[in-house]
């Protein structure tokens, strides 16, 4: 019955109750499209910009950006498309952005904080976004990876508008997968047009556990209540400032887990794409109001694993 489901459960996403939740995919570049169209993306959720260099010893030109971002963001018409501005360091290192000698890269100038020492490289590629788009229909979202901080956010969305990135032209967010931008969310969610929360990032570093350490895998479990709390206060300020809050880390793969993000107040979805078709049928099995119960559900567990149990038994069709 639920593979009956998954293949008739098509277009956009959607609650049971017929609440719109848009159900994007994460790709690393040009060749991913393919793929997020036939699972039945509705735009993109997280484009992940630094993949596209991860081989290459020099800095991409403009010409070079232009070129492939608007690739992409011809291919899903009048979709959404968020891109992520050039998450470089820790576990995704570029060669030609070499970080000094950090004895925890981690923790160290990665991603916006390592713009922040280049303002010109950001400055390169928010203007071949804003070029990448013009004339076209996509709906274009810019964020940045790692925001700590009211500041770190008020940098970023002051040099996109700078870049070109009008109002008229992009809305610009922040990515929220540090615990101090998690809980203080409502300081600068007035100033950002949109959240995208990264749960990968978010529970590394919540449970001071590296994401690449096999031996520690279990504080990357998304269900850990504890990580769940942070996405419920990060939801919770964004929607008080009337902005959208979406998953974008692999959290939002998990159909249970995904009806769970919906109860605690996201509003959109990103994921690989190969995930799609069953989350949607998920999705659509289910009303906002038993979404929300099993969130309260989950967050009354101690555990990740009772977390998922008091989820699923509180989701029909799911325990
Ligand atoms: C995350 O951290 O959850 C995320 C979506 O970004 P990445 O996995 O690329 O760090
Ligand atoms: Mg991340």
Known sequence: ALAEAV??????????????????ANIGGPAD???????????VGLFRTEFLFLDSAEAPT???QVATYRKVLSSFGDGRVVVRTLDAGADKPLAFLPTGEEPNPALGERALRMMRHHPDMLDTQLRALAEAARGLSADLWVMAPMVADGDDAAFFVDAARA???TEEAAKVGVMVE????????????GGVDFFSIGTNDLAQYAFAADRQLGALARFQDPWQPALLDLIHATAEAANRAGKSCGVCGE?????????VLVGLGVSSLSMSAPSLPMVR????????SQCVRAADAARRG??????????RAALPGLS
Not at 178 to 189: G, K, V, Y
């Open 178 to 189: 540090i615990p101090a931008a998690a809980l203080r969310a409502r300081d600068f969610a």
């Open 163 to 165: 870049a070109g990135l």
């Open 7 to 24: 293949s008739a459960a098509k277009g956009p996403g959607r609650t049971a109750d017929r609440k719109r939740v848009p159900l994007l």
């Open 33 to 43: 499209v393919e793929g997020a169209l036939a699972h039945g993306a509705e735009g």
């Open 302 to 311: 101690t555990s990740a694993d009772t977390a998922r149990e008091l989820a």
């Open 281 to 288: 049928a998920v999705l659509a099995a289910h009303t906002v």
């Open 62 to 64: 403009f010409e070079q």
């Open 251 to 259: 959290a939002a793969a998990d159909p249970a887990l995904a009806c």
